[in-house]
């Protein structure tokens, strides 16, 4: 998957100031760049802009006002003051008004200033994800990930999901991982095969993404391995392959209203608290490093969006 760069918007009265600061991010971000307020305020109302720097004394609009601005148009969006000065109110205001992310002095030094605005515009990007799983969760309805390599499990859910779910299928493990680091899944159907990765990815899941409910569709009667998924992955149903319609759509209804329950009172996912389970690594699970960073991904966007 292309990485998409994130939208800084610079603010400065000066062009030389605009000129440096656009070479020095044109490798890193898609750089916009603007001489006053009221054109910041302008671009962040069309746009989507994930950082907006801006220095604190520009005639018009002071950089306080420019971010009281931005944070009334796009909360979203991190916000980062530029100056020279050692000014005490503009500190004070820029924290009370505009709701900064860095106070950032002048002579900033290349670097630093890449590595901070960068680290802004990261967690704007996750936000703003959070906040579009939170819409289309609300507009398409709740998330149901089908990850079966065969198709008799997937078939089974098709007849079986509720209206105004949406269903989406994975056909490997690392596809599924890609689909739950993206968007919010309500309940995880896994056709669950002898050995492999599967029973160690539900464990993990758990723990990442507490407020995903998952089902399970097996054949085997491996107790160990049972005691396992309970105690380390919290699995919400374990169904019997065949999978039977009926059973299934209950169990699908009954996770789904679960998972509504966590959403709007998540003191109710301390009932689903797991055991630690080893974290995955790529000398023992054989998992490559591109899975390993989708892990990384699900748990940060979990961190910050919260299950409500």
């Known amino acids: 998957m292309t990485e998409v760069l994130p939208t800084v918007l610079f ?22 760049t603007v001489s006053g307020g009221e054109a910041a ?3 962040v109302e069309k746009h989507t802009v994930h950082v907006v720097v801006s220095d604190q004394r520009m005639p018009g609009m002071t950089g306080v006002e420019v971010l009281r601005g931005v944070r009334e148009r796009s909360p ?26 860095r106070f950032v002095e002048k002579p900033w030094q290349p670097q630093p200033l890449i590595e901070m605005v960068m680290q802004a515009a990261a967690i704007a990007q996750d936000q703003m994800a959070a906040v579009v799983d939170a819409v289309r969760m609300e507009t398409d309805g709740p998330r149901i990930l089908v990850l079966d390599a065969h198709g008799e499990v997937l078939e089974a859910t098709r007849q079986a999901v509720p ?19 993206e968007s ?23 723990r990442y993404s507490p ?48 998972h509504r329950q966590f959403r709007s009172q998540p003191v109710l996912m301390r009932r689903h608290a797991v055991d630690a389970a080893p974290e995955p690594v790529t000398e023992t ?24």
Do not use: C
């Open 76 to 101: 979203q969006t991190m916000r980062l003051l530029l100056t020279g000065y050692a000014d005490l109110a503009a500190i004070v205001a820029s924290v009370n008004d505009g709701e900064i992310f």
């Open 184 to 206: 919010e899944y309500a309940v995880l159907v896994v056709d669950l095969p002898a050995g492999g990765d599967m029973a160690g990815m539900l464990k993990t899941l758990k």
């Open 285 to 308: 699970s054989g998992l490559s490093t591109r899975l390993l960073g989708y892990w990384r991904r699900i748990r940060e966007r979990n961190a910050l969006g919260g299950a409500g």
């Open 41 to 43: 305020l302008a671009l």
């Open 163 to 181: 209206r105004g779910t949406m269903l989406t299928h994975a056909g490997s493990l690392e596809a599924a991982l890609g689909e739950l680091a």
């Open 211 to 258: 407020q995903t409910l998952s089902i399970v569709a097996t054949r085997f009667a491996d107790v160990k391995l049972l005691i396992g998924l309970i105690n380390q992955g919290q699995v919400f149903r374990f169904l019997p392959k065949p999978v039977g319609r009926e059973l299934l759509r209950r169990s699908l209804e009954a996770a789904l209203e679960r």
């Open 11 to 32: 603010v400065d009265d000066e062009e030389r100031i605009l000129r440096s600061l656009g070479l020095l991010f044109r490798r890193h971000a898609r750089v916009l």
